[in-house]
Every structure is written in C-alpha cells, then in structure tokens.
C-alpha cells in the first residue's frame, strides 16, 4: 500500500475520531444538564417532606429515593461518558501527530504503544506527552530518536532514501551484534520496552 494511501486511510479514520468525540461531548453535557435537573428535583422533594403530612411523606420519600437512585445512574453515565470522551481524544491526538510525522505503518503499533506508555491527561482531557504538550513532543521525537519510524521523502525516484541515498536506520528485530545492541541500548527506555513488547521479549525491558 503507498504512503499516499496510507495517509487517506489514516485521515479518515481520524476524520471518525473527531466525530465520535464531538458526539461523546453533547452526550456528557445532556447528562450533566440531567444530573442538575436529579439534583434540584431531590431537594425539592426533600424540603416538601419536611412540610408534609404522614401519607404525603410516605410518598415523598419514596420519591426523593428514585431521585437518588436516578442521580446515581446518571452520574455514572456521565463518567463513563467522560472516561469514553478522554480515551477518544487522546487516541484521536496520538493519531494526528503520528498522521503528520508520516509514521510507516508497519512501525505504527510499536509507535503507539510508546506514546501511550509515556502518555497522560489531565481532568481537562487535555493529553501531554512526557510532561510535555504533544505537538512539542513529536516535533523534537520525530527528529530524533522516532526518526527511524517515519517515511523517507520519495524525491529520488529509486525509492524513499536520505541525503546520502540510504534509508533511515530502524530496529525492526531484537539486537545480535554488537551495533544492534549499540543502537537498541542507546533508545529511551519507555521505547525499548515497547519493542521488546511488540517482539514478545520480555528479558530485554528495562
């Protein structure tokens, strides 16, 4: 498959992410709004209780119990609809920047798992890598040591290929010589144990 294809597949797929998370946002706030509603609606009943007769407050409290019960369902689709929301954008993120550094696909999975694994967000959703915002990131990562992950440009007409006319050097297997351990000891550790991960090698994380 060509890069270019690649990168339509990938486009699309964040193009579904992006709707999916504005979909997830109008569903927290009706819940949000639902869960306002519960409340004043369980207050209400409460303080209607305490001016009521013995039958009235039968059925009041009976009522104030399905408001709680109501509350309690509801605030837990809010946060599963958030816990959703979070995930979604934080995948639709890790996408986009792996989309416009031009990640290969065959190394995408490692390259995912990575980011993950260093990946954190805040109550905002907002998602930083390393501590660091994620544009900033992938901008020094991909001109270094995530260099090996992204595709040559293809102005040679032989093929993707450096300035020197060779391609990028990448691990693609565990390390026999010495220079493979050489490169494979000098990457960060987050990403050697997601190597060794993807090569089902657990003796050589960190």
């Given at each position: 498959?060509?890069?270019?294809?690649?990168?339509?597949?990938?486009?699309?797929?964040?193009?579904?992410?992006?709707?999916?998370?504005?979909?997830?946002?109008?569903d927290?706030?009706?819940?949000?709004?639902?869960?306002?509603?519960?409340?004043?609606?369980?207050?209400?009943?409460?303080?209607?209780?305490?001016?009521a007769?013995?039958?009235?407050?039968?059925?009041?409290?009976?009522?104030?119990?399905?408001?709680?019960?109501?509350?309690?369902?509801?605030?837990?689709?809010?946060?599963?609809?958030?816990?959703?929301?979070?995930t979604?954008?934080?995948?639709?993120?890790?996408?986009?920047?792996?989309?416009?550094?031009?990640?290969?696909?065959?190394?995408?999975?490692?390259?995912?798992?990575?980011?993950?694994?260093?990946?954190?967000?805040?109550?905002?959703?907002?998602?930083?890598?390393?501590?660091?915002?994620?544009?900033?990131?992938?901008?020094?990562?991909f001109?270094?040591?995530?260099?090996?992950?992204?595709?040559?440009?293809?102005?040679?007409?032989?093929?993707?290929?450096?300035?020197?006319g060779?391609?990028?050097?990448?691990?693609?297997?565990?390390?026999?010589?010495?220079?493979?351990?050489?490169?494979?000891?000098?990457?960060?550790?987050?990403?050697?144990?997601?190597?060794?991960?993807?090569?089902?090698?657990?003796?050589?994380?960190?």
């Amino acid at each position: 498959m060509s890069t270019e294809n690649e990168n339509t597949e990938a486009n699309s797929e964040l193009t579904t992410l992006r709707k999916h998370n504005a979909d997830l946002t109008k569903d927290l706030k009706a819940l949000r709004a639902s869960i306002q509603q519960l409340e004043a609606d369980k207050e209400t009943a409460k303080e209607e209780a305490e001016n009521a007769s013995a039958d009235e407050v039968t059925r009041l409290k009976n009522q104030l119990a399905k408001s709680a019960k109501d509350l309690e369902a509801a605030t837990k689709r809010a946060d599963d609809a958030s816990k959703s929301l979070i995930t979604y954008k934080s995948e639709t993120e890790l996408n986009k920047i792996m989309i416009a550094n031009k990640v290969q696909s065959e190394d995408a999975p490692m390259v995912m798992a990575y980011l993950k694994s260093i990946m954190s967000v805040d109550t905002d959703g907002t998602v930083s890598l390393d501590e660091q915002p994620v544009e900033m990131f992938a901008k020094s990562y991909f001109a270094g040591a995530g260099k090996r992950y992204v595709a040559a440009p293809d102005n040679s007409g032989g093929g993707a290929a450096g300035n020197d006319g060779t391609k990028p050097s990448k691990i693609t297997q565990p390390p026999v010589s010495p220079s493979d351990w050489n490169t494979f000891d000098g990457l960060p550790d987050a990403e050697r144990n997601a190597l060794a991960e993807n090569w089902g090698r657990p003796d050589l994380r960190v």
